[in-house]
């Protein structure tokens, strides 16, 4: 501030007292500055927003105030100073850029055909930078010797450059602004984006997650805090012209790109101290030789290349990051090329035609991101056992079958990684806790639990919001779906629940609406006494198309009467080997008292009703029920069941759908019998199943759903 003041003070004549604080300084200039009436004032190369007021400089809408003009690389700057007009100057056009070259280089040096054709493409090197095409014009300036032109192209394509002024001019200015970024996470996160090939168009959210892998924007809280971090980084990166924001047509990606200038800055600036090798694009087919890994290399980036094995064994103790993504690497890589990269965080070998890894991979236990995507002939990956650090494995694309040993997920390890918070990242995912059974197919989105203690948390948002299907096989310790599960439950599509000795309900009070539960299969849960306990908010399970109930043998009623009233969408209902159960839709008790059954019951689009093996299922419903649609019913060992309450009345619209109905000789006479000469209609779709038989439909082993005849249902499982 005093600075900025004696600098303003000594261009307009005025001198300081030696005792003037500040604010007698601002006093001084205000009126020195007012007393000229009318004035420009430019400030060059401002990094930091200051106080008109606290400086003394009187500027106002008024006819008699001065203008001031500044200029930045920092937009932010530029909207604290509350500027009326921000104007953004462009590096130089091609054209523009070809004639400033020229007038400093000299129009007779380029009366050779060849030496011009080699300026051109140096004048192209200084992407449209005006320092940089002064600077190497005048350092080209005179010189006809095509060798000498020929060299300094070759540096300034490797980030060489040698050429005079370019370290002390070009480079200096732009590491100023290197610099004054804010902090150093901030130039930290800066130097990473130099390991992308010269003119590589950076995707942004690609760049944020290295940052967070490598640890550049710490170590502790969640991955979302992070990478919201990164893009505040990353805008600060833009808004000081560090980086260029491109657009992709017909992408809505954020990309990025670093000017070439800037990046041959950054690998000068960092080839100082031997942190980066940076050989990225150079259509390299070898490995760099032993001699070029440096014990100090901190990242190293070969991507984008054709080297064909990793041939050597680098001796790199601090080496965080190794980008190899983009190489053939078909002719493999040597047993211990890892072996001395103890502190490797990130591991890239994406799109490269490695077939397996070596085991010294195996001891990388500092490793955090193994990224293996599309590696078309990787069938193997060693243990990863002792990587206990290890958070992110991108197999995509790849033709393994089985995940590698060692990553097998525990509850405790499921939990840790819920919490880190990375799962937000993921766009699709599945995750199978515990031991999963090989015959458990579950699509994507989705979250399974086998044979594992699944105890309530205090905290609703633990799983994501994305989860379509969920799957908990053999869980023996809950009684009902936790909360924490239920929370994470407004996108889910399909549940299945097998084999959990104490769960008695499947929904609570508290539980949330499932609104858009399409599917419920629920097997083998020998203490079930009903698909919910307590008074359900209105909404739940409105979107349900398929329930499936089997061998639950203490269940004695399915479903309340006032959930029952509000399936519109129900597609399907199967109930097999029950032993206790006896009505499907039941009146509910309040206060003790038993509620009245008034009112019909409407299932708009039920088609399908298979009832199996229940011994004393009376009844589905005391009340009339009208199913219009049921195309499909079948009813097997159910010998109490001799009434139906769709059939008290029989509709017009339900002898029009109803295309097969199949039971027992014996049964359907009980049928007759009970709804009498009414329901003759119906016999021609009926189809008698022998008492003796069990249809194959019916097998344990079956979970597939009753079709009409077609082969395949719509609301099958993919």
């Not at 930091?48 to 932010?76: H, M, W």
């Not at 991101?369 to 990863?384: F, H």
């Not at 109930?549 to 269940?555: E, I, K, Q, T, Y």
């Amino acid at each position: 501030m005093g600075k900025l003041q004696k600098d303003i003070a000594k261009e307009i004549g005025l001198c300081f007292d030696d005792e003037d604080g500040e604010m007698r300084r601002a006093r001084k200039l205000f009126e020195a500055l007012w007393r000229r009436r009318k004035f420009l004032l430019i400030i060059d190369d401002l990094w930091e927003a200051f106080s008109l007021e606290n400086i003394g400089i009187p500027i106002s809408t008024t006819v008699r105030a001065g203008k001031l003009l500044i200029t930045t690389r920092s937009l932010r700057v530029c909207r604290k100073m509350e500027a009326e007009r921000e104007i953004e100057l462009h590096v130089l056009s091609q054209q523009e850029a070809w004639d400033l070259f020229k007038q400093k280089v000299g129009e007779e040096v380029l009366s050779s055909p060849r030496v011009q054709d080699i300026a051109k493409k140096v004048a192209k090197e200084c992407g449209g930078l005006p320092l940089a095409l002064i600077t190497i014009g005048r350092a080209m300036r005179n010189e006809t010797k095509i060798k000498y032109w020929q060299t300094a192209l070759s540096e300034l394509r490797n980030s060489t450059a040698s050429i005079e002024g370019m370290t002390n001019q070009v480079f200096a200015q732009l590491r100023f602004s290197y610099d004054r970024l804010k902090d150093d996470v901030t130039r930290s996160c800066f130097l990473y984006c130099a390991l992308y090939p010269e003119d590589h168009l950076i995707e942004a959210e690609e760049l944020i997650k290295y940052w967070v892998w490598e640890g550049l924007l710490g170590r502790s809280g969640s991955q979302i805090d992070k990478m919201k971090l990164g893009e505040m980084i990353l805008n600060e990166l833009v808004s000081t012209c560090m980086l260029e924001s491109v657009y992709q047509h017909g992408s809505t990606d954020k990309y990025l790109k670093m000017h070439d200038l800037i990046r041959d800055m950054v690998i000068a600036l960092t080839r100082d101290n031997s942190s980066f090798m940076v050989k990225s694009g150079l259509v390299l087919r070898v490995l760099p030789v032993e001699n070029e890994w440096h014990p100090d290399l901190e990242r190293v980036s070969l991507m984008r290349n054709d080297i064909s094995s990793l041939c050597c064994e680098p001796k790199c103790p601090k080496l965080g990051t190794l980008l190899l993504q983009y190489n053939s690497i078909d002719k493999g890589i040597l047993p211990t090329f890892f072996r001395h990269l103890q502190k490797l965080e990130v591991l890239d070998l994406s799109y490269t035609g490695i077939d397996n890894l070596p085991e010294s991979l195996s001891h990388l236990e500092s490793l955090h991101a193994l990224l293996l995507r599309s590696c078309w002939n990787l069938w193997c990956v060693p243990t990863l056992a002792k990587l206990m650090k290890l958070r992110v494995l991108d197999l995509t694309y790849t033709p393994i079958q089985h995940m590698p040993e060692g990553m097998d997920i525990c509850m405790q390890e499921f939990d840790r990684y819920i919490m880190s918070g990375h799962w937000s990242w993921l766009e699709n995912f599945k995750f199978l806790i515990g031991y999963p059974i090989s015959s458990m197919h579950i699509g994507k989105n989705s979250v399974a639990f086998f044979g594992v203690d699944i105890y309530e948390r205090l905290d609703p948002g633990w799983l994501p919001d994305r989860v379509i299907e969920l799957a908990i096989h053999s869980c023996p310790s809950i009684a009902h779906l936790p909360v924490f599960l239920t929370a994470a439950a407004s996108k889910l599509q399909r549940c299945t629940i097998q084999y959990c000795e104490q769960m008695e309900s499947i929904m609570v009070a508290e539980s949330g609406t499932f609104p858009n539960l399409e599917w419920l299969e629920i097997d083998g849960l020998s203490k079930l006494n009903g698909l919910c306990k307590g008074i359900l908010p209105a909404g739940t399970l409105a979107s349900l198309k398929v329930l499936h109930v089997r061998a639950c043998n203490s269940l004695k009623t399915l479903l309340p009467l006032e959930l029952g009233r509000h399936l519109r969408n129900l597609v399907e209902i199967k109930i097999e080997n029950c032993e206790k159960i006896s009505e499907v839709i039941a009146a509910g008790e309040k206060d003790g008292v038993t509620e009245l059954h008034n009112g019909d019951i409407i299932l708009p689009a039920l088609q399908i009703l298979k009832l199996s093996s229940l011994p004393e299922l009376k009844q589905i419903s005391r009340g009339v029920m009208i199913c219009d649609s049921l195309s499909s019913m079948e009813v097997y060992r159910c010998p109490e069941l001799i009434t139906l309450p769709f059939l008290v009345e029989i509709r017009d619209e339900l002898v029009d759908s109803l295309k097969q109905v199949r039971g027992s000789k014996k049964w359907w006479k009980a049928i007759m019998r009970n709804h009498g000469n009414a329901i003759n209609c119906l016999r021609p779709v009926f189809e008698e199943i022998p008492e003796n038989s069990f249809d194959g439909e019916d097998s344990e082993d079956d979970h597939s759903m009753v079709s009409d005849g077609s082969g395949s249902s719509p609301l099958a499982p993919r």
